[in-house]
Each structure stands twice: as structure tokens, then as C-alpha cells.
């Protein structure tokens, strides 16, 4: 008998729980920022990404959200303004990102259909620059070290790391489409602290250098002017501006948000129960 009536007395508690707890559902694209693309947001060259994850209410306005969301991002000077054509750089990566988000919502949505949103927090990403040559074969960028990071003719260059910290914050609007279910868009910018998401940042390195030291394809992919039918096909030399260092890159994703509670109660998907009823422990003869 105490151990039903403990049961009792916990069971409202379990299932506010259960109904403060969503899953959610991220569908989008994603893009960046930087020196192979300086627009602030823009659908160019964006690509298809997506994300899951959990959801906490706290309260009727204040979530906490932790996930994980997939993206690309790339950049193709032959696409960039007209001055930096004659570089020929592109580069394309994919985005692994695993995020903790604080999130406000401005209405209630117990009382309101409509509500903005903000969110902000910190993120982890993982990516890996790439490229094409002239052949079509894959070549990533990092080990080349293109603008020569690593070698001991440049000791001020350090190589970046491909795991990096964001903070990620944003905004949307939500649509409460029934009592389980929320429906959301949303934009979310991510800060970086680098500047080689594009494996390009300050200048040219000397050739000789670089081709002693990581090989010939290393200056083939560091500067890719002479592939142009008019192009220069003369190397620039040491400390020529390749890049924008006074800017650190971003990338962003927007898209479609759903969150779905996780709820064993009265409520189903698709029900009609009572989203502030309660369930009672059954009478004791």
C-alpha cells in the first residue's frame, strides 16, 4: 500500500516530464561565409542539411536543445566577384555539427498557435576542406598546407584543426499544429574562430617552399590561375595576398524545425486529449 501510494504521488511528476520532452527534426540547407563566398546569406551555392535531436521545456518559454545537424558548404571563386576570379580557388566540405542550445519562446504556445523564437549556445563542428583538379580526383587540403601552415619557413603559421568550437545563435517562428506537435523555421548563424573553413586566409607562400616540402600538387591547388583559358599562369610571389584574414569564416543553416513530444498519457500524435488535464491514480477498494 505505500509503495502505491509513493507511486501515486510520483506518477504527475513523470508524465509533466514526459510531456516537457521533445524530439526534433531539422530539414534545410546550409552555406557559409568567407573568402570563396562574401555574401552575408545568400542560397548560392547552398546545399541540402539536416539535424535531430531533444528538446527540454523548462518553463513555457524557455527550452534547452541539444543535437546534432549535417551539412556541406562550398565556395568557387569562378562564382566570386570579378577581382578574385583570376585565383581559380574552390573548396567544398561537409559540416558535422553537435550543438547545446538555449531557446526562448515569446508567446506561450499552451495559450497561442504563433510564437517567435531566439536560441543560442555553443556548437562542436567537424569539417574537411576539399577540391577538384584538373582530372576530376578528390584532393583535400588540409595536408597540403597551402598557405604554409606547419612548415618551418613560416613558424608564425600553425596548422588548423579540423574539430573547431562555434556559437551558434538565431532565431524563427513556430506553429503549434497540434497538441504533440510543433512546427518551426528557423535561421542559425555559427560564429567561428578561425579562418580556414576554405583553407584560405592570408597570403601566398614561396613555391619553392611549398613544393619541396608537401610536393608539386600542393602548389598546383594553392593557386589555380593558369587553368584559366586567359589566366596568368605565373605563381604569385611570397606574401601576395591569397585571402582575407581580418574576417573569421561562418556558416549557417535554415530550414524547416519539428519537435514532437514524447508522451505516454491521455495524448496521442494525432488525439484530441486534454494537453493541461491529469491522470489520477485509480481508487484503492
Known sequence: MRKLFLLCLLFPFVMSAQQRLHVTLFGGFSNYQGDLQDKTFTLDQSNGAFGAGVKYDLTSHISIRSGFNYGRVKGDDKLNKPILQARNLSFQSKILEGHLLGEYTF????????????????????????????LGNKIFLHPLSTEGQG?????????????????????????????????????????????????????????????????????EMSYRGGEL???????????????????????????????????????????????????DCPKVL
Open 107 to 134: 508567446l506561450d504556445l499552451d495559450q497561442n498557435r504563433f510564437s517567435p523564437y531566439v536560441f543560442g549556445g555553443i556548437a562542436v563542428f567537424h569539417f574537411n576542406p576539399y577540391t577538384r583538379d584538373t
Open 229 to 279: 583559358k586567359t589566366g596568368n599562369t605565373a605563381y604569385p610571389a611570397d606574401g601576395t595576398i591569397r585571402g582575407g584574414s581580418k574576417f573569421k569564416d561562418w556558416y549557417y543553416f535554415t530550414g524547416i524545425t519539428l519537435a514532437v513530444s514524447i508522451n505516454t498519457g491521455n495524448r496521442s500524435f494525432f488525439g484530441n486529449g486534454n494537453r493541461k488535464g491529469r491522470t
Open 151 to 219: 612548415l618551418a619557413a613560416y613558424p608564425d603559421r600553425k596548422p588548423y584543426k579540423l574539430t573547431q568550437f562555434a556559437i551558434p545563435f538565431g532565431g524563427g517562428i513556430k506553429l503549434r499544429i497540434n497538441e504533440n506537435a510543433v512546427l518551426g523555421y528557423e535561421f542559425g548563424f555559427r560564429k567561428t574562430f578561425f579562418d580556414y573553413l576554405d583553407d584560405l586566409s592570408t597570403t601566398y607562400v614561396d613555391a619553392a617552399i611549398l613544393v619541396l616540402e608537401k610536393g608539386p600538387k600542393a602548389v
